[in-house]
């Protein structure tokens, strides 16, 4: 993956990356600026959501021939292009929703028919792009998992310092943490598992899948994923279970864990199905 | 990867990117016109407001779940926001709106100025900006709080009685 002035998909990734960065910025800079110790506060929590895919990537490094640079770069695409983009694009959809349906029903309905779709979209396109990059150097389904759960990542890291931020701005309390350290034990602790990462490993895992069979089965096997992923988030974002069935807490938790759960089975089966499968970097270098 | 495949997907990546970030939200404007919403009420956590005559609105600007609402009044933006429950007053609830107001760049306060709800006072404060002026109004009645942000490229003095009254017909009485 080294710099390639002739690249089109290098070019796209750093023209796009870049304008959502500056966009990121002037959206973000001036509530951190106006809330110092809240927004440090939230950028080192959620920034803790990295740690564990850092270990991971780890833990499989002997399973993968992607060089550090492709996560990294998925992990900007989904911090920057995909959040920005997720932002206007839901918006707009929230509006014509609106439009057509009445403001009640989109407010209720939107983020399980608008969010899912663009933002699942965006950050397989970014897995897209980076596979692109550094195609050849795919080596398997795993590959793939790992770059898509750090685009996740990266858009899960920025979406939850937003709603830490927003929910702090909400509470016009002045500077304080009470409220991110709240988000952060909702978004991060409670729902941080089977959120952003999870969703966009298993679509890492489709593309990755098509890189390496190269065969049309293979193609839709990685659109099905997408599919299968918006379903995934819809449910994930839809009222079904948020009252708990009236069982308190309990009932909540269960809510959570049935929604949330599926999406985890399918990448704890992916990973060992993965492992089961594909030989190791090493190995195959050797018989190569 | 040949060139060429490299410049296709390129090109399906920044067109799927542009087709949300532009696409969708021209679309939004040109199939959502503004409505005109003059006698019509909205709630927000219990607050009522009727707007007046030839205030209008965008569909997806009206999140009564969410405690929002935003009219254009002429071509002023006016953005509501109710929650609560609150424990400060007004005076506090102004001043952490200045808080992010003077962050915003090319925001400058200028003078207090005074709001009135429908039976509530509040706390205001005037703004300018690099491409126009705005101002702020904070309202806390028991512990319900109302927020008022209207920002425009010209507030002339009847765009400002316009909103005023507006604002006016900001109802605690049901919260």
Known sequence: MRPDPASPTQWTALLLIGAAAILLLYNTLPVALAYPRAGTTALVLFSLFALPFWWLRRRLADRLALPAAAPALGLLWGATVAVMTSLFGSRALHGLLATMWGPAWAERWSPVLAAPVVEEV??????????????????????????GAFCGVGFQIVEGYAFAMSSTVVNRAGDVVEPVIAVFIVRGVLAGLWSHAVFTAIVGAGVAYAATRKTARSVWIAAGSLAGVIALHALWNSPLLRDGLGLGVLGVLAGVMIKGLPAVLIVWWLVRWAKREEAPVARSAETA | MSRTRSLTVAIAVAAVVLAFALGIPLLNKAVSPTVDVGGETFTLQGVTLTAPAAVRMRPGYYQPESGRVEFLVGDAEVDIVVAGPYGFDAEYLADEMARLLEAQPGVHLTDPRDCAADGVQGAGRSFVTETGAGFACAFVHDDVRAEVTATGSSLDSATVDRIDALIAQLSFEAA
């Open chain 1, 122 to 147: 965006v950050k397989a396109a970014g897995v897209v792009l980076v596979v692109a990059i550094a195609w050849g150097r795919v080596h398997g389904v795993l590959d793939g998992i790992v770059l």
